[in-house]
Protein backbone atom coordinates (compact mmCIF):
# COMPACT_ATOMS: atom_id res chain seq x y z
CA UNK A 1 0.00 0.00 0.00
CA UNK A 2 1.39 3.46 -1.07
CA UNK A 3 1.20 5.35 2.62
CA UNK A 4 0.48 9.67 2.30
CA UNK A 5 0.02 11.99 4.48
CA UNK A 6 -1.70 15.35 4.42
CA UNK A 7 -0.31 18.63 3.49
CA UNK A 8 -1.42 21.46 5.86
CA UNK A 9 -3.74 24.19 5.10
CA UNK A 10 -1.64 27.27 4.75
CA UNK A 11 0.36 25.22 2.61
CA UNK A 12 -2.76 24.20 0.28
CA UNK A 13 -4.11 27.87 0.78
CA UNK A 14 -0.83 29.19 -0.88
CA UNK A 15 -1.48 26.76 -3.84
CA UNK A 16 -4.94 28.32 -4.83
CA UNK A 17 -4.07 31.70 -4.05
CA UNK A 18 -4.80 33.12 -7.71
CA UNK A 19 -7.63 30.72 -8.89
CA UNK A 20 -11.48 31.22 -7.76
CA UNK A 21 -13.10 27.95 -9.02
CA UNK A 22 -10.58 24.59 -7.35
CA UNK A 23 -11.90 20.98 -7.21
CA UNK A 24 -10.82 18.97 -4.42
CA UNK A 25 -10.71 15.18 -5.67
CA UNK A 26 -9.89 11.93 -3.74
CA UNK A 27 -8.98 8.79 -4.36
CA UNK A 28 -10.85 5.44 -3.20
CA UNK A 29 -7.76 3.17 -3.07
CA UNK A 30 -4.56 3.82 -0.85
CA UNK A 31 -4.83 6.93 0.38
CA UNK A 32 -8.20 5.88 1.71
CA UNK A 33 -6.87 2.82 3.34
CA UNK A 34 -4.38 5.37 5.21
CA UNK A 35 -6.73 8.14 5.93
CA UNK A 36 -5.29 10.56 3.79
CA UNK A 37 -7.43 11.02 1.06
CA UNK A 38 -10.81 9.39 0.79
CA UNK A 39 -14.10 10.78 0.98
CA UNK A 40 -13.98 11.35 4.64
CA UNK A 41 -10.86 13.36 4.80
CA UNK A 42 -11.53 15.18 1.65
CA UNK A 43 -14.80 16.69 2.78
CA UNK A 44 -12.84 17.58 6.26
CA UNK A 45 -10.32 19.25 4.34
CA UNK A 46 -12.61 20.62 2.31
CA UNK A 47 -14.65 22.50 5.47
CA UNK A 48 -11.40 23.75 6.98
CA UNK A 49 -10.18 25.07 3.65
CA UNK A 50 -13.36 26.88 3.40
CA UNK A 51 -12.95 28.62 6.29
CA UNK A 52 -9.13 29.53 6.21
CA UNK A 53 -9.97 31.29 2.71
CA UNK A 54 -12.95 33.07 4.49
CA UNK A 55 -10.77 34.53 7.79
CA UNK A 56 -8.51 36.03 5.22
CA UNK A 57 -11.26 37.75 3.17
CA UNK A 58 -11.48 35.26 0.00
CA UNK A 59 -14.86 33.40 1.08
CA UNK A 60 -16.29 33.96 -1.86
CA UNK A 61 -13.57 31.07 -3.51
CA UNK A 62 -15.46 28.13 -4.54
CA UNK A 63 -13.88 24.99 -3.23
CA UNK A 64 -15.86 21.81 -4.05
CA UNK A 65 -14.86 18.12 -3.33
CA UNK A 66 -15.65 15.17 -4.93
CA UNK A 67 -13.84 11.18 -4.87
CA UNK A 68 -13.34 8.84 -7.69
CA UNK A 69 -12.74 4.99 -7.26
CA UNK A 70 -8.93 5.15 -8.54
CA UNK A 71 -7.03 7.93 -9.76
CA UNK A 72 -4.35 5.72 -11.38
CA UNK A 73 -6.57 4.23 -14.21
CA UNK A 74 -7.97 6.40 -16.60
CA UNK A 75 -11.22 4.66 -16.88
CA UNK A 76 -12.32 6.16 -13.54
CA UNK A 77 -11.06 9.66 -14.52
CA UNK A 78 -13.49 9.38 -16.81
CA UNK A 79 -15.97 10.74 -14.30
CA UNK A 80 -14.43 14.11 -13.51
CA UNK A 81 -13.93 14.96 -17.70
CA UNK A 82 -16.95 16.90 -17.94
CA UNK A 83 -17.06 18.72 -14.29
CA UNK A 84 -13.25 19.47 -14.57
CA UNK A 85 -14.32 22.05 -16.60
CA UNK A 86 -16.07 23.80 -14.52
CA UNK A 87 -12.81 25.03 -11.81
CA UNK A 88 -10.05 26.98 -12.13
CA UNK A 89 -7.51 24.54 -10.59
CA UNK A 90 -7.73 21.29 -8.69
CA UNK A 91 -6.18 19.46 -5.71
CA UNK A 92 -5.38 16.38 -6.26
CA UNK A 93 -5.68 13.94 -2.89
CA UNK A 94 -4.21 10.86 -4.65
CA UNK A 95 -0.70 9.33 -4.52
CA UNK A 96 1.95 10.87 -6.87
CA UNK A 97 0.70 9.09 -9.33
CA UNK A 98 -2.60 10.21 -9.11
CA UNK A 99 -1.89 13.38 -9.33
CA UNK A 100 0.41 12.92 -12.51
CA UNK A 101 -2.46 10.81 -13.77
CA UNK A 102 -5.11 13.85 -13.66
CA UNK A 103 -2.50 15.88 -14.89
CA UNK A 104 -1.75 14.05 -17.98
CA UNK A 105 -5.40 13.46 -18.51
CA UNK A 106 -6.24 17.24 -17.92
CA UNK A 107 -3.09 19.20 -19.33
CA UNK A 108 -5.07 22.68 -19.63
CA UNK A 109 -6.00 22.87 -15.80
CA UNK A 110 -3.62 23.36 -13.11
CA UNK A 111 -3.18 20.12 -10.93
CA UNK A 112 -1.43 20.58 -7.63
CA UNK A 113 -1.01 17.63 -5.24
CA UNK A 114 -2.49 17.72 -1.82
CA UNK A 115 -0.70 15.11 -0.12
CA UNK A 116 3.11 13.96 0.06
CA UNK A 117 3.82 10.56 -0.86
CA UNK A 118 5.83 8.96 1.59
CA UNK A 119 6.50 5.01 0.81
CA UNK A 120 5.24 1.56 0.25
CA UNK A 121 4.43 0.48 3.40
CA UNK A 122 2.10 -1.95 5.97
CA UNK A 123 -0.12 -0.83 8.42
CA UNK A 124 1.64 -2.47 12.18
CA UNK A 125 -1.35 -0.74 14.16
CA UNK A 126 -4.24 1.69 14.37
CA UNK A 127 -2.31 4.61 12.98
CA UNK A 128 0.72 3.62 12.54
CA UNK A 129 1.91 2.43 8.75
CA UNK A 130 5.65 1.24 8.30
CA UNK A 131 7.87 0.96 4.82
CA UNK A 132 8.39 -2.24 3.65
CA UNK A 133 8.99 -2.02 0.48
CA UNK A 134 11.25 0.42 -1.85
CA UNK A 135 10.33 -0.91 -5.38
CA UNK A 136 13.95 -2.02 -6.45
CA UNK A 137 12.81 -4.26 -9.40
CA UNK A 138 14.95 -7.17 -8.44
CA UNK A 139 13.53 -8.79 -5.18
CA UNK A 140 15.43 -10.79 -3.27
CA UNK A 141 13.54 -11.65 -0.16
CA UNK A 142 14.08 -15.29 -0.78
CA UNK A 143 17.95 -14.74 0.14
CA UNK A 144 16.71 -12.85 3.72
CA UNK A 145 13.98 -15.03 5.12
CA UNK A 146 11.49 -12.91 3.44
CA UNK A 147 12.29 -9.35 5.15
CA UNK A 148 14.18 -6.83 3.24
CA UNK A 149 17.87 -5.04 3.91
CA UNK A 150 17.08 -2.45 0.43
CA UNK A 151 13.85 -0.77 2.36
CA UNK A 152 14.19 -1.73 6.21
CA UNK A 153 18.25 -1.51 6.59
CA UNK A 154 19.30 1.97 7.20
CA UNK A 155 22.12 1.37 5.52
CA UNK A 156 20.98 -1.01 2.85
CA UNK A 157 23.75 -3.78 3.81
CA UNK A 158 23.50 -7.23 2.87
CA UNK A 159 26.12 -9.60 4.81
CA UNK A 160 24.90 -9.28 8.18
CA UNK A 161 24.12 -5.97 10.48
CA UNK A 162 26.86 -2.95 10.98
CA UNK A 163 28.78 -2.34 14.12
CA UNK A 164 26.33 0.07 15.51
CA UNK A 165 23.22 -2.37 15.80
CA UNK A 166 22.27 -2.43 19.56
CA UNK A 167 19.88 -4.70 21.56
CA UNK A 168 18.24 -5.14 18.19
CA UNK A 169 18.16 -1.65 17.45
CA UNK A 170 18.98 0.80 14.70
CA UNK A 171 22.20 3.02 15.17
CA UNK A 172 20.49 5.66 13.50
CA UNK A 173 17.49 6.20 15.46
CA UNK A 174 16.32 3.59 18.35
CA UNK A 175 12.93 3.74 17.30
CA UNK A 176 13.48 1.25 14.44
CA UNK A 177 14.37 -2.09 14.36
CA UNK A 178 17.23 -3.85 12.99
CA UNK A 179 16.17 -5.70 10.46
CA UNK A 180 18.92 -7.91 10.33
CA UNK A 181 18.98 -8.75 13.87
CA UNK A 182 15.24 -9.63 12.59
CA UNK A 183 16.43 -11.40 9.68
CA UNK A 184 19.10 -13.52 11.89
CA UNK A 185 16.24 -14.78 14.43
CA UNK A 186 13.95 -15.48 12.01
CA UNK A 187 16.78 -17.98 9.89
CA UNK A 188 17.19 -19.48 13.40
CA UNK A 189 13.54 -19.92 13.97
CA UNK A 190 13.47 -21.40 10.73
CA UNK A 191 16.99 -23.92 11.11
CA UNK A 192 18.02 -22.19 8.02
CA UNK A 193 20.82 -19.96 9.79
CA UNK A 194 23.73 -21.31 7.62
CA UNK A 195 21.69 -19.74 4.37
CA UNK A 196 23.21 -16.48 5.70
CA UNK A 197 27.00 -18.02 5.65
CA UNK A 198 26.68 -17.69 1.95
CA UNK A 199 27.91 -14.48 1.06
CA UNK A 200 25.25 -12.04 -0.66
CA UNK A 201 26.32 -10.69 -3.59
CA UNK A 202 25.95 -6.86 -5.01
CA UNK A 203 22.30 -5.38 -5.86
CA UNK A 204 21.85 -5.32 -9.72
CA UNK A 205 20.73 -1.59 -9.60
CA UNK A 206 19.82 -1.53 -13.54
CA UNK A 207 15.92 -2.01 -12.45
CA UNK A 208 15.78 0.39 -9.70
CA UNK A 209 15.25 4.18 -10.33
CA UNK A 210 19.12 4.66 -11.45
CA UNK A 211 18.23 3.28 -15.23
CA UNK A 212 15.71 6.63 -15.56
CA UNK A 213 11.58 5.71 -15.10
CA UNK A 214 10.57 2.56 -15.56
CA UNK A 215 7.66 1.21 -17.16
CA UNK A 216 6.15 -2.77 -16.98
CA UNK A 217 4.84 -3.96 -20.04
CA UNK A 218 3.01 -7.35 -19.92
CA UNK A 219 2.55 -8.98 -23.70
CA UNK A 220 0.09 -11.04 -23.18
CA UNK A 221 -2.53 -8.39 -21.46
CA UNK A 222 -2.33 -5.61 -24.14
CA UNK A 223 -4.45 -5.26 -26.62
CA UNK A 224 -4.05 -6.94 -29.87
CA UNK A 225 -2.22 -3.91 -32.15
CA UNK A 226 -1.77 -1.75 -29.11
CA UNK A 227 0.94 -2.82 -27.31
CA UNK A 228 4.50 -1.52 -27.30
CA UNK A 229 5.47 -3.38 -30.59
CA UNK A 230 2.53 -1.38 -32.31
CA UNK A 231 4.17 1.77 -31.38
CA UNK A 232 7.29 0.97 -33.22
CA UNK A 233 5.37 0.47 -36.41
CA UNK A 234 6.17 -3.55 -35.60
CA UNK A 235 3.06 -5.31 -36.62
Given at each position: MIVADRKQIPELRDMIKDFDRVLLVGCGTCVTVCLSGGEREVGIIGSALRMSLKLIGRGDTVVDECTIERQ??????????????????????????????????????????????????????????????????????????????IARCSKQIFNGPCGGSHDGKCEVNDDINCVWQEIIDRARELGMLDKLEELAQPQDWSTYRDGGPRKVVREDQCIAGMGPDAEEGVQ
Amino acid sequence: MIVADRKQIPELRDMIKDFDRVLLVGCGTCVTVCLSGGEREVGIIGSALRMSLKLIGRGDTVVDECTIERQCDDAFIDALAERVQEYDAVISFGCGVGVQALAERFPKTPMFPGLNTQFMGLLESQGVWAEKCAGCGRCRLGEFMGLCPIARCSKQIFNGPCGGSHDGKCEVNDDINCVWQEIIDRARELGMLDKLEELAQPQDWSTYRDGGPRKVVREDQCIAGMGPDAEEGVQ
